[in-house]
């Protein structure tokens, strides 16, 4: 899935950095800018695919998607 920040970046949404905020809502921060993305306009089932495997890239330094 991919997206493009406000910012410029565009690339991979999984490739954002996976944030939980205090009402445990899933977000994606941007690498760049430092944007979050609240994920509620998917699914919840979507989101927690998207938010998971943005997770399992960043706990896996040997997988460069
Ligand atoms: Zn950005």
Do not use: I, Y
């Amino acid at each position: 899935m991919r997206e493009s920040c406000f910012c410029g970046r565009s690339g991979e949404l999984e490739d954002r950095e996976p944030v939980l905020d205090a009402e445990a809502r899933w977000l994606l921060r941007c690498p760049n800018c430092g944007h979050l993305d609240d994920l509620g306009w998917l699914t919840e089932e979507a989101a927690l695919m998207v938010w998971g495997e943005a997770m399992r890239r960043r706990r896996d330094p040997l997988r460069t998607a």
